[in-house]
């Protein structure tokens, strides 16, 4: 069996997903099965893919019947993976030649950490445009606000993603099932970590990188968030963070769009 699984969610990324496919088969490190699962795609990505699985045999190519979203998406993925460890993949980014070389690595130095991510670019077609650097470990309060481990840049245990269940398919609704993920392994004891080493590339257009969610998955995040200051019982201090959030939904997309982009030039 491989050491590791890559798995991959694919939704109407054809312009894109051979760049991605390609940066995946070409890592230093070889013993790993490639899980793509196509969410229904309206463009040709299964066309695309499938070409990809007749060429390596280390590809497993699935077919949701229709679109239902990421996390529906990564567990019915999870359900074919033999890999001990999931190293998780976007079907529009990039990962650096030694991603899962530096990743198996890190969870070599670190053997009771159960997920661990990294530092990553972000780029669209005029080149690399920012940054997310992440180098800590978090607690319980951080997964709370949010600040853990980039979600497509993440190595997991198997058995860890497995023993919490997977993803929980009604945070499509947010588009948080990364948020939600982290906070369930944190309260049940599991350890994430990240690592500064930019080894992965994700494709964000920075015109749009404060613009992509519509207001109800706004509403619906600001649910989520309410529902884990509950769960993990924190005080009214803590319970600032689901009124900011529940008033950034009503904030016009240009608004935040402009205030970011004043941060960013500070």
Known sequence: MPKVSVLMGAYNCAEY???????????TFKDFEFIIVNDGSSDNTAEIVKEFEIKDDRIVFIENDRNHGLAYTLNHGLEYVKGEFIIRMDGDDISKPNRFERLLEAMDENPDYDVIGSACDLFDKTGVWGEVSLNYKPNK???FYAMT????TVIMKTESLRAVGGYDIETDKARAEDYDLWCRMVLNGYKLMSIPDKIYQVRWDRDNYYSRRPFKTKLETARLIKRWHRQMGFGPKEYLAVI????????PSFAMKIYHKHKLQK
């Open 141 to 143: 309060l951080d997964a």
């Open 149 to 152: 481990v980039s979600h497509a």
């Open 17 to 27: 997903v051979e760049e991605a496919i390609d940066s995946v088969l070409n890592q």
């Open 244 to 251: 900011r959030t529940y008033m950034k939904a009503f904030i």
